[in-house]
């Protein structure tokens, strides 16, 4: 639903790096009206410097469903 704050795995604060990750996926949707590559991924990834893979992990298999559940509220 939200976000988790820290890693699972190995407790770095990922947080703030999902909202930039997700900020650059959109841009990348809405600039080139396409979906990011693997390798445009990784580099969004070695740019905000997550370099675990359980980092990595959390932040791509998030699903945001807040805007759904907040409906029921």
């Known amino acids: ?3 988790p704050v820290r890693c699972f795995s190995c407790g770095r604060v990922i947080a703030t790096d999902y909202i930039k990750f997700r900020d650059e996926v959109e841009r990348i949707r809405n600039t080139e009206k396409r979906e990011p590559t693997k390798e ?3 580099k ?3 740019d905000l410097g997550v370099k675990r893979y359980c980092c990595r992990r959390m932040i791509v ?3 945001d ?3 759904e559940v907040i409906e029921f509220d």
């Open 61 to 63: 298999s998030h699903i």
């Open 65 to 67: 469903l807040i805007d």
């Open 40 to 42: 445009e991924i990784s």
């Open 1 to 3: 639903m939200i976000i």
């Open 44 to 46: 969004i990834f070695d």
